[in-house]
């Protein structure tokens, strides 16, 4: 497998950049797009219609997710901290988002029979409306370059399995190299991020091992 050899800066790593997208309802760099309508293709010839939920998110959107949430929480009393580990059961820190990137997709089969939330596991197995696209997808999308984030492995910590989550490695890999080369703590109190002010060195290295690395090991660089 062939990576990009190209420099990211700081901003297009916390989603602050302006990366040149492709995409109809959805956003991905050049070669993730032409990647993922190739695979969209060939998945359409067996009758399943891939359809992105959610692609590119800059910094800006995923702030307000979490400002909304932890507002919410400390409003119910929750401390700052207990307030932070509830947000990061489901969603990610601003600015240390994969979908920043423009190479990570949610996707779901548009063919499929489903109502209701789409994003749920059980919608992948069984009889979920959705097994046959997870079935597709394990057998043929690493040929597109794309790879299952958050695994169904029991030992994994960090994000909870995401069978609709997909990376596009080629790019992905050497953005997440370039991305651990980031202060972390540092970045997120300086684009002063709500309750950023109670990270300690323990929760950044907790979540960067467990949020940020616990992933496919195909997806380490």
């Keep these: 497998m062939a990576f990009a050899s190209q420099t990211y800066t700081t901003k297009e790593l916390i989603g602050k950049g302006n990366p040149v997208v492709f995409g109809n309802g959805f956003s991905l760099r050049k070669e993730a797009y032409d990647a993922f309508i190739q695979?969209?293709?060939?998945?359409?010839?067996?009758?399943?219609?891939i359809h992105v939920v959610s692609s590119y998110r800059n910094y800006a959107h995923q702030n307000r997710i979490w400002e909304r949430k932890f507002k919410r929480y400390t409003k119910q009393g929750l401390t700052p901290l207990k307030a932070i580990e509830k947000i990061i059961a489901y969603s990610t820190i601003p600015g240390t988002s994969r979908h920043h990137w423009a190479t990570d997709i949610?996707?779901?089969d548009r063919?499929?029979?489903?109502?209701?939330?789409?994003?749920?596991?059980?919608?992948?197995h069984g009889d979920g409306p959705f097994?046959?696209?997870?079935?597709?997808?394990?057998?043929?999308?690493?040929?597109?370059?794309?790879?299952i984030v958050y695994t169904d492995n029991a030992q994994r910590k960090g994000f909870k399995y995401e069978p609709w989550h997909y990376s596009y490695a080629p790019?992905?890999?050497?953005?997440?190299?370039?991305?651990r080369k980031l202060h972390l703590k540092e970045m997120l109190q300086a684009e002063k991020l709500m309750g950023s002010e109670h990270f300690n060195e323990k929760f950044i290295n907790s979540y960067i091992d467990?949020?940020?690395?616990?992933?496919?090991?195909?997806?380490l660089s």
């Design 39 to 49: 695979m969209r293709s060939a998945a359409a010839k067996e009758g399943i219609a």
């Design 210 to 219: 467990e949020n940020i690395l616990d992933i496919n090991p195909v997806l």
């Design 111 to 124: 063919n499929a029979n489903y109502s209701g939330d789409v994003l749920v596991p059980d919608k992948f």
């Design 106 to 108: 949610d996707i779901i």
């Design 171 to 179: 790019l992905s890999k050497p953005m997440l190299s370039a991305y």
């Design 131 to 147: 097994c046959k696209l997870r079935e597709w997808l394990e057998k043929n999308a690493e040929t597109y370059g794309f790879y």
